[in-house]
């Protein structure tokens, strides 16, 4: 299983950026997807996360409001749409998958992509 996330880059602070995760070597619709973001000296975050049914998802309260997570399996890719954004949302994103119904923010994954960087400058 390989999951490939693209997407960040540098963005204004409330600007938009939309990250893909591709997942490759795995039925995605048996998949539950989560991101999580890192930024330097902090701890690894759970974003956000979508179960195998595209009307189980969760956000982190930081994401509330702000970022939307969505899945096409047709495409084995989950996305997730951020606006709004802020400095404080300057971290790499990762991508994660597992065998799962639900999905939580807990880094309870089996497969973790590389990760992507979003910087926002403000």
């Known amino acids: 299983v390989q999951l490939q996330a693209s997407g960040g880059g540098l963005v204004q602070a409330g600007g938009s950026l939309t990250l893909s995760c591709a997942a490759s070597g795995v039925t995605t619709e048996n998949f539950a997807f989560a991101w999580f973001r890192q930024a330097p000296g902090k701890e690894r975050e759970g974003v956000s996360c979508?179960?195998?049914?595209?009307?189980?998802?969760y956000y982190a309260d930081s994401a509330k409001g702000r970022f939307t997570i969505s899945r096409d399996n047709a495409m084995n890719t989950v996305y997730l749409q951020m606006n709004s954004l802020k400095p404080d949302d300057t971290a790499i994103y990762y991508c994660a998958a597992v065998d799962s119904l639900g999905c939580t923010v807990l880094p309870l994954y089996s497969y973790w992509g590389q990760g992507t960087q979003v910087t926002v400058s403000s």
């Open positions: 979508v179960g195998r049914s595209s009307d189980y998802t």
